[in-house]
Structures are given as structure tokens and as C-alpha cells.
């Protein structure tokens, strides 16, 4: 889920190519928080395909998916990026036509994510995945949550990104179980990745992934800047009501009650940094 994004809801549920090995369909689900809808991602070269997040568990989503790739039969694995109610309950029906399993990482102490399938297996960091001669690198990308995972089509240097990155918005971090300071660390280690192309949870393909990960980073300091200037020049202790108006006062109030979550991310960074202490309610600047 991201910041309240712009979103056109006339959408084709049909497959869109985005590489050889690659392609999208894009659930009916548009709104505030999903943009267009949530992307499912397939990889495959034959009969035999890949599911990366299957998204929300809609009947004509699911009968896409399968159209798509010509049936239950020639899904050979189910792939989630996390386990968010727009990505991950049509694992379920899926898995349970095809009979394949479905590999992820469990979330840790997170009630807010879908606990309706069992992993039969859990990546680990840098894992990868050959599926009918194709490579795919399960890259470990805490920070929206802690059990995040990019997936690197390797022969295309194709990145899904899941909810780490969204084209054409901001990610939201929710902590406890979101953490801007892993966000940030897990964008720098992408960069480390050799990428073509950045596959988003919502939105369209993203052709510059170094510009694009460089310019969030960017972003996010930018802000983090922001909430030490204010919280440095008020000079005396301040609630993360009184500071959410001064930080985002160039974002509509009506969007302040998301970008308090932001903001908070933003805090714990900083006094995981010892830079604030957060006491009886009001956070102290430290310096």
C-alpha cells in the first residue's frame, strides 16, 4: 500500500508483455492506496509459469491468471513479494487448482498482513530460484515491512519490486512493522543489483532503476532533513501532531493522518541514530 495515488480505473485484464520472459496483469482493484490496481507479475518461456503476487483473491483476476497462462496446470510456482491484502489471497485458490507451493517470507509479529496461506518454503536473502531454465533472485527488502521481497528476473535484470517501490508515488512505512531506516538501507543495496528495469507492485514498468531508486533515496533524506530542521529550530519538545503539520505542510491535510506513519518511521529512524528521544508522548531533539 502506498500514499493516496492518482489512478485511472479503466484498466485491460488482459496480459501486458513487458519483457521476453515477462509479462503483467493488473487487478481490478484501482483506488486511493493501489493506484491502477495490483500488478501480478508471470515468468515463463514455454507452458510453465511463475506467479509473482497473485494479488487480491477476485474471481475475474483470477480467471485472468489463468487464461493468461492456459490454465492451473502450467503454473509451476507461486512467488510473494509480502503478504499485504492486495498481494497475496489469490496465493490461496491458486495453489490449490495447480497444487503448487508458494514461497515468500512468514511476517514477524503482523497482524495486519494475510495469514489465510502457509508458506512451504522461506526464502532466504540472495536465494535463487531456476525454474525451467530461467533465474530468479529472491532479494530480501525490509522497510514497508519486515518480511519484504524483490524478485530479480536475472535473464532480463528485471526487478518486481512489490511494494518497495511504486511507480508514480511514495511507499508508506507503518511502523512498527514498517522501518524507514531498513527502507532506506534496503534501497541502497539495490543498487548493488545489475537492473534493466523496475517492475512495480502498482504502476507501469520503470525503465531507469538506478535514476529511480537514487531519487527516492533522495526523497526520503530530503524529509528526514525537513523533520530535523523543525524539530532542531522549535527548541523545545514537540507531539508528532504538532510536528506532522509543519513537516508536510506541502502535502493536503486531508492526506496528514498517512503521512503521520511517515513521520513516525521517520522518528524512529532518527532516534535509533540517538539524533531524538521520544518521552511522555513528545519527541526531544538531541542533536
Known sequence: MNHSMLYDANFEDGPVQLGRYLSRITAPNPGPMTGGGTNTYLIGRRDKYIIVDPGPSIDSHIEAILRAVGGADNIGLILLTHM???????????????????????????????NSCQLAEELLH???????GLSVRAIHTPGHVNNHVCFLLEDEGILMTGDHIMQGSTVVIIPPHGDMKDYIDSLHLLKN????????????????????????????????????????????????????????????????????????????KLEREQRVLHRNKLWHWLG
Not at 535514476?211 to 508528532?240: A, C
Request: aromatic share 4%; glycine share 8%; proline share 8%.
Open 84 to 114: 499485504h491484502a492486495d498481494h497475496s489471497p489469490a496465493a490461496v485458490p491458486l495453489a490449490e487448482l495447480s497444487g503448487v507451493p508458494i514461497y515468500g517470507r512468514s511476517p514477524v509479529n503482523d497482524d495486519y498482513q494475510d
Open 126 to 132: 540472495d536465494q535463487r530460484i531456476i525454474f525451467d
Open 193 to 268: 543489483y545489475p537492473l534493466t528495469g523496475l517492475a512495480p507492485g502498482h504502476g507501469e514498468l520503470i525503465s531507469a532503476p538506478k535514476k529511480e531508486i537514487q531519487g527516492i533515496i533522495e526523497h526520503r533524506l530530503r524529509r528526514e532533513s525537513k523533520v530535523v530542521d523543525r524539530i532542531e529550530g522549535l527548541g523545545e519538545p514537540v507531539s508528532l501532531e504538532q510536528l506532522t503539520l509543519t513537516v508536510y505542510d506541502d502535502v493536503d491535510e486531508s492526506l496528514h493522518p498517512i503521512a503521520q506513519l511517515s513521520l513516525q518511521a521517520h522518528l524512529l
